[in-house]
């Protein structure tokens, strides 16, 4: 069974050795990664950070630096397409700071120069086998003790990878976002623990439906649930023909809208991008429900649905939004809605089933039903351990078995 190791203490925390987190995203506010590792460091006093895929030119914090040349860690086609003809090319041309996965040798000395002798212990967030891959040269390099924290897994067979599995059996600790992956890493690794993701409290609570029409809103990267999107707009339809007004309101810039590659029949409201915690919650709290397009495959078939949660599952949660979504029973977002009691807000995986449960929150007393359980599912998630600075606490005074 997954474990929860116990709470830092304040001794702990005064007695922390400088860790270094690297994770493949910078600390943008334009992806879940970057806000959540914010979330984690919040935890340390001292801390530093490297990463290679960046949502902006520049480092958004002095102990944040890229490990990759900026036009490499920059642009889409060469971040995502490291094959393509461009890539390729550029690369020969040594405007990258790596060969293939594997660390130059500038890099490697430039990496040793700066970090060896300045932290004690490393945690790393491998998503793909690429970040797998990266990591493990990484941690060579350093020869320090090291965390492995397990947030997505969105290669195939990930667990076939050489760098991957070397990474899970040589980890002082290996923590998992949910139990699926504890289940998928059990051949390697036994006793991994439970770490989620985190928020702060909301200061932005929404309310019921006055006048106007229901507001829906969607936040974060919905690329991958385009699926759920069509039955919202089926649904949405329904929902029309029985005289209600609906309004989409996207959180976030046009950009990703248009990526959608559809066409809703309802114009989507887009805010614009929020750099801010506190504008996105502000935001939040003026539309009445939320919704969760995905993961809506298999997780038979399909790797975000059997180990991906959305984390604008607790962003709906914290700012108390009713919640329903096109969310597949047995996915790890179902498992996590399941375990915090929000599982009254699945089930309208059809547009009918859908219509039906977004007909029913134009009643204010259903409303406040579905709220009430959404922030009751958010302090039931506060209340599980923070426990990162514990276990690098401990893996600092561990021998790496590298």
Known sequence: MPKHPPRPNASMELNMPVPLFITPHSLSFKTAIGIQTRFLLEDFPMWKHLFWDGAEFKSLDARSARIESALFCRFGILKREPKSLPSRILAAAGLSWWKGNEMKPTTRRWLRTTYKDDVSVVYVAPVSIRDSERMKAILTALEKPFVVHLWDLIDRNQANSESFRWLIENAAHVCCLCEAMVDYIAPLRQNAHILRFTRRPSLHVASPLGHGPLRIALIGFCLPYVDGLLVLNEALRIVKERNHKVSLIYIGNKKRVKG????????????????????????????????????????AIDTRSRFSIPSRVIDYMATGLPIIGTVHPESATSAYMEAFGLGGCLGTNSPELLAERLLALYDSSTWRLYSDLSLKGFLAAQQESRSLPYLMQNAATSVPNL
Do not use: Y
Not at 268 to 284: I, Q
């Open 260 to 299: 959608w590659g559809i066409r809703m029949d309802d114009k989507v409201n887009v805010t614009g991008f929020t750099a801010s915690d506190d504008e996105r919650d502000r935001l939040l709290a003026q539309c009445h429900v939320g919704f969760m397009p995905g993961p809506l495959a298999s997780p």
